[in-house]
């Protein structure tokens, strides 16, 4: 199984800041065939079902604000998230659905400094 | 707009067993897989399988082989899961999720096991 493994496991912000969320892959994300990376990154706000943000590694889903954006390639990948809003406040996870089982990491808790 | 209801909270004794339910409105039930992942208390997230509902066909994650089985109603546009032999351990939120992959959620059912 490919392990997903996230940094930091949480992480206190200010409104305003601009935060990273790391996430590296046991074994390269990318496929050979179309040259697309299969992560994706997911929110869980407290009580509620993980919501999808991006896939493909920077495609944001619909709906998403672009205050979040995705990159990275290969086994390293990066979530930033500019001007943290107090509605970001949440659980980070990061997960790829290259091969089977898809495998998350163990998430990023973003609180309030 | 898609949407996947799940059953409500289960209660259930160790070494039962409980079905679970997530009915799919809002697109073709048939057009997706259904994935189940559970997620325990404060913890992050596991993928259990998944079942083609047009087929009928599962994958499951060696972890949860003789755990979980998956089934499908295309006439109710229900998936189901079952999870057999329950231990503490299996105590845990479980969600089905589809459509695009994981685009889609539901709002997850609390399975408690407790004598």
């Known amino acids: 199984d490919i392990v997903m493994t996230q940094s930091p496991s949480s992480l206190a912000v200010s409104a305003g800041e601009t935060v990273t969320i790391n996430c590296k892959s046991s074994?390269?994300?990318?496929?050979?065939?179309?040259?697309?990376?299969?992560l994706a990154w997911y929110q869980q706000k407290p009580g509620q079902s993980p919501k999808l943000l991006i896939y493909?590694?920077?495609t944001r889903e619909s709906g998403v604000p672009d205050r979040f954006i995705g990159s990275g390639s290969g086994t390293d990948f990066t979530l930033t998230i500019s001007s943290v809003q107090a509605e970001d406040l949440a659980d980070y996870y990061c997960?790829?659905?290259?091969?089977?089982?898809?495998?998350f990491g163990a998430g990023t808790k973003l609180e309030l400094k | 707009q898609v949407n996947l209801l799940q059953s409500r909270a289960a209660l259930v004794k160790p070494g039962a067993s409980v079905k679970l339910s997530c009915k799919a409105s809002?697109?073709?039930?048939?057009?997706?897989?259904i994935h189940w992942v559970k997620q325990s208390h404060g913890k992050s997230l596991e993928w259990i399988g998944y079942?083609?509902?047009?087929?009928?066909?599962?994958n499951y994650n060696e972890k949860f082989k003789s755990k979980a089985t998956l089934t499908v109603d295309k006439s109710t546009n229900t998936a189901y899961m079952e999870l057999s032999r329950l231990t503490s351990e299996d105590s845990a939120t479980y969600y089905c999720?589809?459509?695009?992959?994981?685009?889609?959620w539901g709002q997850g059912t609390l399975v408690t096991v407790s004598s």
């Open positions: 999720t589809g459509v695009r992959g994981f685009a889609y």
């Open positions: 809002g697109y073709t039930f048939t057009d997706y897989y």
């Open positions: 079942i083609n509902p047009n087929s009928g066909y599962t």
């Open positions: 074994q390269s994300l990318l496929s050979s065939g179309n040259q697309k990376n299969y």
């Open positions: 493909l590694a920077s």
């Open positions: 997960q790829q659905h290259y091969s089977y089982p898809p495998t």
